[in-house]
């Protein structure tokens, strides 16, 4: 008997607020397609700004001209605070964008880095007026809970809970989320468990704080350098009753099952990049020796 295939997941992100740029661009790949892609930002309350990625080819497999690409291409030409000033800017509204796995290979590190990005293509302007939204509803199954620890071991009242997410053509978005109110620390940590399935909704956070190192040297004066440090959080503010890997009829090991294959994938590409780009280096000639 087939295996029943998995049915795709909820996965909603609404972003609302001021468009303050647009990288946006038409571009070609090496097979000679024309594709869409580069991310908005978009300013929402608490002064978060939030880039939301886009993608799209032009024509589909089958030779028809694609409706996103069709849909997010009006969307290039539209002014941001960056060409126009803050005043100007327009408000936008983004709906049924998602949250996606964008996780990659760390050679350094041997090993998957587990990321995350927000991909989105409806988009429309919205009224001056129009107050900042930056909402997610995410269903997944519960993998992990666990408590985040300072550098010194200590508790910091924080939690995260991450979720295996089921999207199109059965792709697992592997997403951690966020939650320090009491409320939910309570209700979390006493009703559920690993391998249950719940929705969960909150608040895409980003802050940006700067650091600023003075280095003194051997004399005159010191170089100041300044770095800038994002934050990004998926920060839970309701939850939905847990259900029972009987009840779901999705259980946590055929997704990570699949994640797997997926972190394999991300892997071989990543070492098959490596290689060919080690064999287009040419050695060493002794001709460019100077010593």
Aim: proline share 3%.
């Amino acid at each position: 008997m087939a295996k029943e295939e998995l049915k795709q997941m909820t996965n909603k992100v609404t972003i609302q607020g001021v468009l303050v740029d647009n990288h946006m661009s038409i571009k070609v790949d090496n097979k000679g397609r024309r594709y869409l892609s580069g991310a908005v930002e978009v300013k929402v309350d608490n002064d978060y700004i939030i880039p939301v990625d886009t993608f799209a080819y032009e024509l589909k497999s089958n030779g028809e001209k694609s409706a996103v690409y069709d849909r997010l291409v009006k969307v290039i030409d539209w002014p941001s605070a960056r060409t126009v000033g803050s005043s100007s800017a327009p408000r936008v509204t983004i709906t049924n964008a998602r949250i996606e796995d964008n996780s990659f290979y760390s050679e350094k590190d041997d090993r998957i880095i587990n990321n995350w990005r927000i991909g989105g293509a409806f988009f429309r302007t919205a009224a001056n007026d129009a107050k900042g939204i930056n909402e997610f509803e995410v269903e997944g199954i519960i993998s992990s809970i666990k408590e985040v620890l300072d550098k010194n071991g200590e508790s910091t009242n924080t939690y995260q809970i991450k979720l295996l997410n089921v999207g199109f053509g059965e792709k697992v978005n592997e997403i951690t989320f966020t939650y320090d109110d009491p409320e939910a620390i309570r209700y979390i940590n006493d009703n559920y468990n690993v391998g249950d399935k719940v929705t969960l909704c909150g608040q895409v956070v980003y802050t940006q704080t700067e650091r600023t190192v003075k280095k003194e040297l051997g004399f005159g004066e010191p170089v100041t350098e300044t770095y800038t440090n994002t934050v990004r959080l998926l920060k839970i503010t309701a939850g939905t009753e847990p259900m029972s890997p009987e009840e779901s009829g999705v259980t946590l090991k055929d997704l990570q099952t699949i994640l797997v294959k997926q972190n394999n994938i991300i892997k071989e590409k990543a070492e098959a990049k490596s290689q060919a780009g080690a064999a287009k280096t040419p050695a060493a000639s002794v001709n460019n020796l100077l010593f």
